[in-house]
């Protein structure tokens, strides 16, 4: 499953499994967030450990790119500005950007639709919406969680002027 879910620290997870059943669920397999984990994993029948997840803390100033990554950035700069965007309106943009990256990557299922539902979603776990723009529209988008302390990116997308932009690595 794509992306990670994060659970909302006051999530009753019985009565969200409850609903799912009543809804006619039979199953659910979930990769819970590293930071916002399960609050009651005890309530599935069955849970392991996915994969290991790498956090970067640091101060300002901490950061240090490839020199790929600063010549991409460049190219971004030269060819797009970003800004953070209001999350609740950015949703139809973002819905544009996913359904394309989706289509283009062959995703079936779930993960085809991980669309402006999905971000309307995530608003009250901390969602904040960054894009980069060309002369006249967005082309990259990335959805960024900040609960708390910590920030993360969710998900990124962006069209063929986009990647021809190098727009996601400003974004993501």
């Given at each position: 499953?794509y992306?990670?879910?994060?659970?909302?620290?006051?999530?009753?997870?019985?009565?969200?499994?409850?609903?799912?059943?009543?809804?006619?669920?039979?199953?659910?397999?979930?990769?819970?967030?590293?930071?916002?984990?399960?609050?009651?994993?005890?309530?599935?029948d069955?849970?392991?450990?996915?994969k290991?997840?790498?956090?970067?803390?640091?101060?300002?100033?901490?950061?240090?790119?490839?020199p790929?990554?600063r010549?991409?950035?460049?190219?971004?700069?030269?060819?797009?500005?970003?800004?953070?965007?209001?999350?609740?309106?950015?949703?139809?943009?973002?819905?544009?950007?996913?359904?394309?990256?989706?289509?283009?990557?062959?995703?079936?299922?779930?993960?085809?639709?991980?669309?402006?539902?999905?971000?309307?979603?995530?608003?009250?776990?901390g969602?904040?919406?960054?894009?980069?723009?060309?002369?006249?529209?967005?082309?990259?988008?990335?959805?960024?969680?900040?609960?708390?302390?910590?920030?993360?990116?969710?998900?990124?997308?962006?069209?063929?002027?986009?990647?021809?932009?190098?727009?996601?690595?400003?974004?993501?």
């Amino acid at each position: 499953p794509y992306p990670l879910l994060p659970f909302g620290a006051d999530w009753d997870v019985a009565a969200g499994l409850a609903a799912l059943r009543e809804a006619g669920a039979v199953s659910l397999v979930l990769v819970a967030d590293p930071i916002l984990g399960c609050p009651d994993p005890g309530r599935f029948d069955r849970a392991r450990p996915f994969k290991r997840h790498h956090l970067v803390l640091g101060g300002p100033g901490d950061y240090a790119p490839s020199p790929h990554h600063r010549a991409e950035l460049r190219r971004a700069a030269r060819r797009c500005t970003v800004a953070e965007l209001p999350a609740a309106a950015a949703l139809a943009d973002w819905a544009r950007l996913q359904a394309g990256f989706a289509a283009r990557k062959g995703f079936a299922g779930s993960a085809r639709s991980l669309d402006a539902d999905h971000a309307q979603a995530l608003l009250p776990l901390g969602l904040r919406v960054f894009a980069a723009r060309d002369a006249t529209r967005t082309i990259a988008m990335a959805l960024w969680l900040h609960p708390g302390r910590f920030a993360w990116l969710q998900l990124a997308a962006g069209d063929a002027a986009g990647r021809a932009a190098a727009a996601g690595e400003a974004v993501g």
